[in-house]
Structure formats: C-alpha cells, structure tokens
T-cell receptor
Framework: DADVTQTPRNRITKTGKRIMLECSQT?????MYWYRQDPGLGLRLIYY???????NKGEISDGYSVSRQAQAKFSLSLESAIPNQTALYFC????????????FGQGTRLTVV | EDQVTQSPEALRLQEGESSSLNCSYT??????LFWYRQDPGKGPEFLFT???AGEEKEKERLKATLTKKESFLHITAPKPEDSATYLC????????????FGTGTLLAVQP
C-alpha cells in the first residue's frame, strides 16, 4: 500500500459544485500539504498543516478550504468549483519543514466543466 | 522572496548522451535542496537531498551537486527509462519552513 493515498484519483465535476479531495498517510508525519500542479506553473502550495490544530494558507488558498481530521488525514475542499480549478492536485507529508523531503501521493486529476 | 528557477524547460537527448540540468535558487537560510523525478500523471518521487555547498550525491546514472547559488543534476549515459520531468525544490529557514518548487525540466531520452 502507498504511504500517501489520495482519493479519488480522477474526478469530473460541474461548475458550482462542492467537492472534497481526501488524503491519508501512514508515514506518521505531523506535516501535511496540499499542492496543485498546472502545466508551466509547477507545484503551488494551497494549504499546509503542521499538526491537527495548526492549519496555514499557502500561496493560492482562495477558493479552497481544508480540514485536518487526524494526524493521518487531511482533506481539501472546493466550496464552489470553477473551471480554472481544473488541475492535478497532490497531497504530501514531511517529517520536518524545509530540511527533510516531502512524500507525495499519486495525485487527483480534477476537471471542472 | 524564496525562488527556484530550473533550466532548460525541456531537454531531448540521445541514449548515452550525457548532460546536466540546472536549478538556481534564492532562499533565506537554505535548509535543504531536493531533487524529484515525476512521471506523467504520477506524484513526484524523491531522489536526493543536499544540505551544503560542495555536497554531492549519486544514484545509478544520476549525480546531484550543490553550490551556494545552484544545483546541478548530471545524467550520465542516459537511457530511455530516464525520461521524466525532474523537479528541484528548496526548503528555507523562514517561519513556514515549506518547500518551494521549480517548474521542472522535461527530459526525453531517445533510443
């Protein structure tokens, strides 16, 4: 089983719908992250969490919200999806910030029509 | 502001033709520089961490080096299976301690 699991792997949704992307990890790491990846723009940080009680906005948090349900679970919600939120979304975990590598899930390909 | 720039954006090599990918960075207090490999539609896969200028790490045909301003990923005698996007990221000592990624180099190795 993968250390970082994302569900769903693919999703097509309509404009205005609420959608949740889920992430769970078995690494035992406190730090969890949500990134989106767009062609030519690289990986951009949406939200990050250092522990269950600590959630922070990244560089592109508008239109998104998150919930850290447990150390191992971190979900990303799009409250009212719009077409420019079509992207590849990745969840990641790390043991510490900045000095140790992040481990990524397999990604969720989200299409908003 | 912390920043990572990778070049070239894309690189096409013949099998066996060695080359290097560049990662230039600006960060306040480098805590670590990371190289990842990403295959299409998949999550980035960790390759190396470098912590200080002069450090080098190797894995099969890949070798990563680090200076105070940039890192190189050298690919020696590449094979078609080395084709992927290679991402560079830095971790700074700012309060957030998060990783900043470059946009990657798309490497294609032709047989």
């Amino acid at each position: 089983d993968a250390d970082v699991t994302q569900t769903p792997r693919n999703r097509i949704t309509k404009t205005g719908k609420r959608i949740m992307l889920e992430c769970s990890q078995t690494k035992g790491h406190d730090r969890m992250y949500w990134y989106r990846q767009d062609p030519g723009l690289g990986l951009r940080l949406i939200y990050y969490s250092f522990d269950v009680k600590d959630i922070n906005k990244g560089e592109i948090s508008d239109g998104y919200s998150v919930s850290r349900q447990a150390q191992a679970k971190f979900s990303l919600s799009l409250e009212s999806a719009i077409p420019n939120q079509t992207a590849l979304y990745f969840c990641a975990t790390s043991e510490t910030g900045g000095r140790t590598e992040a481990f990524f899930g397999q990604g969720t390909r989200l299409t908003v029509v | 502001e912390d920043q990572v720039t990778q070049s070239p954006e894309a690189l096409r090599l013949q099998e066996g033709e060695s080359s290097s990918l560049n990662c230039s960075y600006t960060v306040s207090g480098l805590r670590g520089l990371f190289w990842y490999r990403q295959d299409p539609g998949k999550g980035p896969e960790f390759l190396f961490t470098l912590y200080s200028a002069g450090e080098e790490k190797e894995k099969e045909r890949l070798k990563a080096t680090l200076t105070k301003k940039e890192s190189f990923l050298h690919i020696t005698a590449p094979k078609p299976e080395d084709s992927a996007t290679y991402l560079c990221a830095v971790g700074g000592s700012g309060a957030t301690n998060k990783l900043i990624f470059g946009t990657g180099t798309l490497l294609a190795v032709q047989p």
